[in-house]
Nanobody, 126 residues
Framework: QVQLVESGGGLVQAGGSLRLSCAASGRTFSSNAMAWFRQAPGKEREFVATISGSGSGGSTYYAESVKGRFTISRDNAKNTVYLQMNSLKPEDTAIYYC?????????????????WGQGTQVTVSS
């Protein structure tokens, strides 16, 4: 049974940093694209960042709103994906979800992902 478990969320002041982790179990995800999405209250789930599988070079893509502030990375030995978030803003407040798909290629679309974590809350105070 595949599981994605996020951790690392919390309350931080604007300008601060957090590092989210997504630990996968049940199978190896090194060749699969992984991503982070977020959902703020009253809004739809939106793309944050994605990293391709090892077969396609581990390329990364970001939403414009987080480019230059967030970094997605992966440690295939630990079957874990990370999201380093710097210079956080109040508008980054949301539940952050980790997702994996049955493809090595990136996607920004929620319906392209087959596996989802339960989410971790990130709250940025002004």
């Amino acid at each position: 049974q595949v599981q994605l478990v996020e951790s690392g969320g919390g309350l931080v002041q604007a300008g601060g940093s957090l590092r989210l982790s997504c630990a996968a179990s049940g199978r190896t995800f090194s060749s699969n694209a992984m991503a982070w999405f977020r959902q703020a209250p009253g809004k739809e789930r939106e793309f944050v960042a994605t990293i391709s599988g090892s077969g396609s070079g581990g390329s990364t893509y970001y939403a414009e709103s987080v480019k230059g502030r967030f970094t997605i990375s992966r440690d295939n030995a630990k079957n874990t994906v990370y999201l380093q978030m710097n210079s956080l803003k109040p508008e980054d407040t949301a539940i952050y979800y980790c997702a994996g798909r049955e493809s090595t290629w990136n996607s920004r679309l929620t319906d392209r992902y087959d596996y989802w974590g339960q989410g971790t809350q990130v709250t940025v105070s002004s």
